[in-house]
């Protein structure tokens, strides 16, 4: 069972999984704490930077989709109908958990720090989602 889970696709996922959680909560924090933006146009900037980076990093070298033209087409459409649920579950969490909660009773001085808190949390719930519809649904190798 262990050896099954623990396997070369699941090490990749989570490396890469790692790397885009550090660029997501890094231009989070840019654009909202540094440039300012909303918390809502910043969450949704940073998501759909991060998407496209998952989607190679997904497609070359965790899943090693050999799909190409149409098949192809529809695997890139799959993962952003996919990714396009987990961000609006992603985007809830953050607006409600940054405007509302943290907007409301944490200081002002300390609301970055807990910002990126909600982020981080965030993505814990959105990373194990991504990875069941993307292993179930989106780069299925049955379908290949």
């Not at 990749?12 to 300012?36: A, D, E, M, P, Q």
């Not at 998407?51 to 529809?74: C, D, M, P």
């Not at 002002?108 to 991504?130: A, E, H, M, P, R």
Request: net charge positive; proline share 0%; with cysteine.
């Amino acid at each position: 069972m262990l050896k099954k889970i623990l396997n070369k696709e699941t090490f990749l996922y989570l490396i890469f999984g790692i790397i885009v959680t550090l660029l997501n909560i890094s231009l989070f924090y840019l654009f909202i704490n540094i440039w300012k933006m909303s918390t809502g146009l910043g969450n949704i900037l940073d998501t759909i930077i991060c998407v496209l980076f998952q989607y190679f990093t997904n497609r070359i070298w965790v899943f090693e989709s050999k799909n190409n033209g149409k098949e192809a087409i529809k695997e890139f459409i799959q993962f952003i109908l996919a990714r396009g649920l987990t961000a609006i579950i992603d985007q809830i969490f953050v607006v409600v958990g940054v405007d509302f909660f943290v907007a409301k009773y944490v200081s002002y001085s300390q609301q970055g720090i807990f910002s990126v808190g909600i982020k981080i949390l965030s993505n814990v719930v959105v990373i194990v989602l991504n990875y069941i519809f993307s292993k179930l649904f989106v780069f299925n190798s049955k379908k290949q």
